[in-house]
């Protein structure tokens, strides 16, 4: 199980910040994230975007120990069914938050999402577990 916890978000000198800890197994990352503007006023969706494809891609499940919008959970199963589209050899997963588990991520491929233009997601995590 992926598990993202430890949440921070906030603005100083027109710069938005976020930060988060993301844990693949026993290995602990701190992930952070800048740019120009506000703080982020969903950083849990921010970092559930950023492991989601990783982690079907490991057949993981993610535990958010943080609160996600309703939104972005409910289209959870389009996200996904897009990224599939593009690697069928992505696994379903579920996804648990602090807002309550959800089904199973699965679901349409039909789909249309927005990101944030001013937050470019970088994140590097192995793509297979450990030992493989």
């Excluded at 993301?22 to 994230?33: L, T």
């Excluded at 958010?64 to 069914?81: K, T, Y």
Aim: a positive charge.
């Amino acid at each position: 199980m992926i598990v993202i916890d430890e949440i921070e978000s906030a603005s100083n000198e027109g710069w938005g910040y976020l930060s988060g800890r993301i844990r693949v197994g026993r290995r602990p990352e701190r992930v952070w994230f800048r740019w120009p503007g506000p703080a982020c006023p969903t950083p849990a969706d921010v970092l559930l975007l950023a492991v989601l494809r990783t982690a079907s891609r490991r057949g993981e499940d993610i535990r958010l120990e943080g609160v996600a919008s309703p939104r972005l959970l409910a289209n959870l199963p389009r996200i996904l069914g897009l990224y599939r589209a593009w690697d069928p050899h992505l696994s379903h997963i579920d996804v648990k938050t602090d807002t309550g588990p959800m089904a199973p991520v699965q679901g349409a491929v039909k789909s249309r999402f927005n990101l944030h233009r001013r937050c470019r997601l970088l994140l590097h995590l192995p793509s297979t577990r450990a030992g493989d």
